[in-house]
């Protein structure tokens, strides 16, 4: 079975903190995606990645980086938390080149910053 | 703007009726796909559909595309209260290189 897991389904943290989401696929793929999903906006692209210490920016990447150090790990970082980066975010991967193929996704990550 | 709009936003249908969902999108593709997504949980994939295709079916999923309209629909024949689901279209644009999702429509299936 295929798997993206994310580290943490629920967290909480202060404004000001810088927070660490980590995503890691077993599935050998390229590319990697982070997601931010907002009632009312749908899925936004924040980063991508196709390949390994490669980053590209999505839609929304103010206020975030990325870190694509191992191919299966992608992470999400945030370097001072604010209470509009409240989201649930959405890790994602897949196998085709140039991140048209079907991608699959973890859990979840559902952050609250207060 | 979003690149894909699904209509409508919310879908409520008894048991046993059929579902479709639309989605509209505004420059050429490569491919579309639908997603469903549970309360809180992560995005599932149902099917994808390529530019030079004009239906697809799995299982009760039937999707339709009209590239002329930009438009696909997601029809889900018998539904079933297992059904009840957010469900997302994607858009693969030939000058991009990644996935664009629409806001979603929301589907309640009742017993």
């Not at chain 1, 992608?74 to 991140?99: D, H, K, P, R, W």
């Amino acid at each position: 079975d295929v798997k993206v897991t994310q580290s943490s389904r629920y967290l909480v943290k202060r404004t000001g903190e810088k927070v660490f989401l980590e995503c890691v696929q077993d599935m050998d793929h390229e590319n990697m995606f982070w997601y931010r999903q907002d009632p009312g906006l749908g899925l936004r692209l924040i980063y991508f990645s196709y390949d390994v210490k490669m980053k590209e920016k999505g839609d929304i990447p103010e206020g975030y980086s990325v870190s694509r150090e191992k191919k299966e790990r992608f992470s999400l970082i945030l370097e001072s938390a604010s209470t509009n980066q409240t989201s649930m975010y959405l890790c994602a991967s897949s196998f085709s080149t140039l991140g048209t193929g079907e991608l699959f996704f973890g859990e979840g990550s559902r952050l609250t910053v207060l | 703007s979003q690149q894909g709009e699904e209509d409508p936003q919310a879908l409520s249908i008894q048991e046993g009726e059929n579902a479709t969902m639309n989605c509209s999108y505004k420059t050429s593709i490569n491919n579309l796909q639908w997603y469903r997504q549970n309360s809180g949980r992560g995005l599932v994939h149902l099917i994808l559909i390529r530019s030079n295709e004009r239906e697809k079916h799995s299982g009760r999923l039937r999707v339709t595309l009209d590239t002329s309209k930009k438009s696909s629909s997601l029809l889900i024949t018998a539904s079933r209260a297992a059904d009840t689901a957010s469900y997302f279209c994607a858009t693969d644009v030939t000058s991009g290189s990644r996935l664009t999702f629409g806001e979603g429509t929301q589907l309640t299936v009742n017993p």
